[in-house]
């Protein structure tokens, strides 16, 4: 047999398995849709001659087979039985004629299930029996077999049409090179024009010196490039070698300018060094803290206790607060303006990163440590301290200076507004995903919470104004760079439905494209689950190139029915869910099912209110994307 015949033996044998495998699938899947359409098609057709039968109750017997006749006439039954006991009634039987032949309708055919059911007429049980026709049913298999072998038939035929074109695109260089293989083996070149004339033979020898010379130009100016690449980043590292070296120096000759002094506290404020690295670079960011890190290291070598901590914005301001040692808070603020100092002078584009503090200690752990962690401790502990949440004999007096629009609107007006950032970490607990906007809003020497004035502002129509204020502020601490993008804010949905307002808000977007870009609209999902605009909202929000969250996800009505007809971005489930696990473990798995169906849908999922190191790893072992919560970091002012 040639390697020919065996290939398209080989060939004809993958095709005809092909062809019996697809066959086969069809006519399985073909049969097993048939099968439940014909149990259905039958429940629906006894259930009708029921309804039927049972206007006939109170006829003659005659006229009660009448009527069974006409119903068999008109559904075409295969077996239609009724039974009074075990006296027949009425029975016929049918055996239907089908078009196909015999040894196929063997194959195909699908057999109608038996429905019968026991009635009552005049106090009287009968037996219905009834099985509808499958001549149909078989038809379509028939036909869905034919359309199957057609579509192969064309699969087929494409193949072969596609391979003939990439057999000849292959055989035509081959073939060339063919030939070219025997003009060498004969000899067979093409004659070469001889010069006639010295004419001739100058212009050859003057095109050749032309694109010789041209040749030399490029080399000559790419071996310029290159080496003056090769010298700036020289210079580049240079420069960048001999100021870390500097700054080095300088900072270790100043943790041994006090002799007395042997413990040092280091504060690297994470806000800060996440600014950095996103406008610099990872490894240019880290530079520094390998410098001190390694001075710090070389110093408790000689006898110098040190200790590093890291501290988000709001918990560096809490050990400043708790440490009422006033020479402590001297040397504070004398060596963080040195070291500013010093990067300022050496990194020009650098910004703060290190603040760092000496203190006069005879202990081996100083008291200063001590106080710091528990200044921490107690930031983590008395949330309510440092989230303002109002005592609720001042909600009535709060209340009563908002009872009318006009106080409404001169809240929003006249009030001053604060911001701060709740970071929302990634799973891993390192990267920030993105971090919530919180508002804090203080008027006639009254902090008001957001919330009250925001539901204030909706039953008045003055939500616009205040989301648009808020709004206001958020975009100057973006174009001053005191944002961490990206960012979360909590809006109403009167305000987005509101036609000026979102009017106003698609001219900024058009302004401050990338402010929009990193923006995540927060919406409660109690508030836009009571609206029946909620896809026009979120819609809208899109079509501004934001993202859309839902807050306290899974106390609304319909939480599935949301998940699946809005098309949000990220869910944010509530944290009584989180705290429900340590009581209840069946909400373990509604947990567990809630963000598999979310993940399945694209949905990001957000664990919030997180207290304690036991729900922050349930969070993650249910497969949680982001992680927010007390534990994990605490709210920051923007400056």
Same mark, same amino acid.
């Given at each position: 047999m040639s390697l020919k015949a065996l290939f398209n033996l080989i060939v004809t044998s993958i095709l005809l398995l092909l062809f019996v495998a697809t066959i086969s699938f069809s006519v399985l899947n073909s049969k097993a849709f048939i099968k439940q359409q014909l149990m259905e098609q039958t429940q629906l057709v006894g259930r009708s001659v029921l309804q039927r039968i049972s206007l006939l109750e109170g006829v003659e017997a005659d006229e009660m087979k009448q009527g069974l006749n006409e119903l068999h006439n008109a559904y075409e039954f295969v077996f239609l039985n009724v039974k009074l006991q075990n006296t027949v009634i009425f029975e016929h039987r049918q055996n239907p004629q089908s078009n196909l032949p015999t040894w196929l309708t063997a194959v195909l055919a699908v057999r109608s299930p038996l429905f019968q059911q026991n009635f009552y007429l005049a106090e009287q049980e009968y037996l219905l029996q009834l099985q509808i026709s499958n001549v149909p049913a078989n038809n379509y298999i028939y036909q869905q077999l034919i359309d199957v072998c057609l579509i192969f038939a064309f699969f087929i035929f494409l193949s072969w049409f596609v391979f003939r074109i990439a057999i000849n695109l292959i055989r035509e260089p081959i073939e060339v090179l063919q030939q070219h293989t025997l003009k060498i083996a004969d000899n067979n070149f093409t004659g070469v024009p001889e010069i006639n004339s010295v004419a001739e033979m100058n212009a050859l020898m003057s095109s050749h010196n032309r694109m010789t010379n041209q040749v030399k130009e490029l080399v000559n100016e790419l071996t310029k490039r290159l080496e003056h690449a090769k010298n700036a980043l020289y210079r580049d590292e240079l420069t960048q070698l001999g100021n870390r070296r500097l700054f080095t120096a300088q900072f270790s000759q100043l943790l041994h300018e006090e002799k007395n002094q042997n413990g040092a506290l280091i504060?690297? /404020? #994470?806000?800060?060094?996440? *600014?950095?690295? %996103?406008? =610099?670079?990872?490894?240019?960011?880290?530079?520094?803290?390998?410098?001190?890190?390694?001075?710090?290291?070389? !110093?408790?070598?000689?006898?110098? *206790?040190? %200790?590093?901590? /890291?501290? !988000?914005? *709001?918990?560096?301001?809490?050990?400043?607060?708790?440490?009422? /040692?006033?020479?402590?808070?001297?040397? #504070? *603020?004398?060596?963080?303006?040195?070291?500013? /100092?010093?990067?300022? %002078?050496?990194?020009? +584009? +650098?910004?703060?990163?290190?603040?760092?503090?000496?203190?006069?200690? !005879?202990?081996?752990?100083?008291?200063?440590?001590?106080?710091?962690?528990?200044?921490?401790?107690l930031a983590v502990k008395e949330r309510k301290h440092y989230h303002l949440y109002e005592p609720s004999e001042r909600m009535k007096k709060m209340s009563d200076m908002l009872a009318t629009r006009e106080g409404v609107l001169l809240a929003i007006n006249d009030s001053v507004l604060q911001l701060s950032q709740h970071g929302v970490m990634m799973s891993d607990q390192v990267n920030?995903?993105?971090?919530?906007?919180?508002?804090?809003?203080?008027?006639?020497? =009254?902090?008001?919470?957001?919330?009250?004035?925001?539901? +204030?502002? =909706?039953?008045? $129509?003055? $939500?616009? %104004?205040?989301?648009?204020r808020i709004f206001e502020q958020i975009r100057t601490m973006y174009i001053k760079g005191a944002l961490d993008l990206p960012i979360s804010i909590n809006a109403s949905v009167h305000s987005i439905l509101d036609d000026e307002f979102y009017a106003w808000l698609m001219e900024q977007s058009h302004q401050y494209?990338?402010?929009?870009?990193?923006?995540?609209?927060?919406?409660?999902?109690?508030?836009?689950?009571?609206?029946?605009?909620?896809?026009e909202v979120i819609t809208k929000l899109h079509k501004l190139g934001s993202k859309v969250a839902v807050d306290h996800f899974g106390t609304g009505d319909n939480t599935l029915l949301a998940l699946r007809k809005w098309p949000i971005d990220i869910v944010k489930l509530d944290g009584s869910f989180m705290h429900e696990l340590e009581d +209840?473990?069946?909400?373990?798995?509604?947990l567990e099912n809630i963000i598999k169906l979310a993940h399945s849908l694209g949905v990001v999922v957000v664990c919030e209110q997180l207290e304690s190191e036991q729900q922050v790893k349930w969070a993650k072992e249910l497969g949680s994307d982001g992680l927010q919560g007390f534990k994990l970091a605490l709210p920051h002012a923007i400056h």
């Amino acid at each position: 047999m040639s390697l020919k015949a065996l290939f398209n033996l080989i060939v004809t044998s993958i095709l005809l398995l092909l062809f019996v495998a697809t066959i086969s699938f069809s006519v399985l899947n073909s049969k097993a849709f048939i099968k439940q359409q014909l149990m259905e098609q039958t429940q629906l057709v006894g259930r009708s001659v029921l309804q039927r039968i049972s206007l006939l109750e109170g006829v003659e017997a005659d006229e009660m087979k009448q009527g069974l006749n006409e119903l068999h006439n008109a559904y075409e039954f295969v077996f239609l039985n009724v039974k009074l006991q075990n006296t027949v009634i009425f029975e016929h039987r049918q055996n239907p004629q089908s078009n196909l032949p015999t040894w196929l309708t063997a194959v195909l055919a699908v057999r109608s299930p038996l429905f019968q059911q026991n009635f009552y007429l005049a106090e009287q049980e009968y037996l219905l029996q009834l099985q509808i026709s499958n001549v149909p049913a078989n038809n379509y298999i028939y036909q869905q077999l034919i359309d199957v072998c057609l579509i192969f038939a064309f699969f087929i035929f494409l193949s072969w049409f596609v391979f003939r074109i990439a057999i000849n695109l292959i055989r035509e260089p081959i073939e060339v090179l063919q030939q070219h293989t025997l003009k060498i083996a004969d000899n067979n070149f093409t004659g070469v024009p001889e010069i006639n004339s010295v004419a001739e033979m100058n212009a050859l020898m003057s095109s050749h010196n032309r694109m010789t010379n041209q040749v030399k130009e490029l080399v000559n100016e790419l071996t310029k490039r290159l080496e003056h690449a090769k010298n700036a980043l020289y210079r580049d590292e240079l420069t960048q070698l001999g100021n870390r070296r500097l700054f080095t120096a300088q900072f270790s000759q100043l943790l041994h300018e006090e002799k007395n002094q042997n413990g040092a506290l280091i504060l690297i /404020r #994470l806000s800060e060094w996440e *600014n950095v690295r %996103r406008k =610099e670079g990872f490894l240019i960011a880290c530079s520094f803290l390998e410098d001190v890190i390694h001075i710090l290291q070389s !110093n408790s070598k000689q006898g110098i *206790n040190t %200790r590093i901590f /890291r501290l !988000n914005d *709001n918990e560096f301001a809490c050990v400043l607060q708790h440490l009422t /040692r006033d020479e402590v808070v001297t040397l #504070l *603020n004398d060596l963080s303006s040195d070291i500013a /100092r010093l990067q300022g %002078r050496y990194q020009q +584009k +650098k910004e703060v990163l290190i603040g760092a503090v000496l203190w006069q200690s !005879n202990d081996e752990m100083s008291d200063v440590m001590k106080s710091a962690d528990e200044a921490v401790l107690l930031a983590v502990k008395e949330r309510k301290h440092y989230h303002l949440y109002e005592p609720s004999e001042r909600m009535k007096k709060m209340s009563d200076m908002l009872a009318t629009r006009e106080g409404v609107l001169l809240a929003i007006n006249d009030s001053v507004l604060q911001l701060s950032q709740h970071g929302v970490m990634m799973s891993d607990q390192v990267n920030l995903m993105f971090s919530e906007v919180l508002s804090k809003i203080q008027y006639k020497d =009254e902090v008001i919470p957001t919330l009250l004035l925001q539901s +204030k502002a =909706e039953q008045f $129509s003055a $939500s616009a %104004r205040l989301d648009g204020r808020i709004f206001e502020q958020i975009r100057t601490m973006y174009i001053k760079g005191a944002l961490d993008l990206p960012i979360s804010i909590n809006a109403s949905v009167h305000s987005i439905l509101d036609d000026e307002f979102y009017a106003w808000l698609m001219e900024q977007s058009h302004q401050y494209a990338d402010l929009f870009s990193s923006i995540i609209w927060e919406f409660d999902e109690m508030m836009l689950s009571q609206s029946q605009s909620a896809p026009e909202v979120i819609t809208k929000l899109h079509k501004l190139g934001s993202k859309v969250a839902v807050d306290h996800f899974g106390t609304g009505d319909n939480t599935l029915l949301a998940l699946r007809k809005w098309p949000i971005d990220i869910v944010k489930l509530d944290g009584s869910f989180m705290h429900e696990l340590e009581d +209840k473990q069946d909400a373990w798995y509604f947990l567990e099912n809630i963000i598999k169906l979310a993940h399945s849908l694209g949905v990001v999922v957000v664990c919030e209110q997180l207290e304690s190191e036991q729900q922050v790893k349930w969070a993650k072992e249910l497969g949680s994307d982001g992680l927010q919560g007390f534990k994990l970091a605490l709210p920051h002012a923007i400056h």
